[in-house]
């Protein structure tokens, strides 16, 4: 099984950036698929950005196009979410999750491990 660990999360005003990182240990990473998620309060959680196992693919949802920049690092079992020119309907809990021998994007049911989330809120 892996573990995942998110951080980086917090408050900043529209139009700053934050840095999300996600920290895999256990089951090897290199093998996965990761993705990011957010989920806002009382909606379902929703898709962010995913990279396949080896950084070649990547899928982003169409409000972060542009925005946003999905990258990992296999060496270090990480997979960082670069957010820029950030809105307050950017606001939500940010999760990453990992899928095990499958294609991106992939839904939130068919992820094979979570991390506890990080808070990011935007102000107006």
């Known amino acids: 099984q892996v573990q995942l660990v998110e951080s980086g999360g917090g408050l900043v005003q529209a139009g700053g950036s934050l840095r999300l990182s996600c920290a895999a240990s256990?089951?090897?990473?290199?093998?996965?698929?990761m993705g990011w998620f957010r989920q806002a309060p009382e909606k379902e959680r929703e898709v962010v950005a995913h990279?396949?196992?080896?950084?070649?693919?990547?899928y982003y949802a169409d409000s972060v196009k542009g925005r946003f920049t999905i990258s990992r690092d296999n060496a270090k079992n990480t997979v960082y979410l670069q957010m820029n020119s950030l809105k307050p309907e950017d606001t939500a809990i940010y999760y990453c999750?990992?899928?095990?021998?499958?294609?991106?994007?992939?839904?939130?049911?068919?992820?094979?491990?979570w991390g506890q989330g990080t808070q990011v809120t935007v102000s107006s």
């Open positions: 999750a990992a899928k095990y021998y499958g294609t991106i994007p992939f839904p939130p049911v068919t992820a094979s491990a």
């Open positions: 256990g089951r090897p990473f290199s093998s996965a698929a």
């Open positions: 990279i396949s196992w080896s950084g070649g693919r990547i």
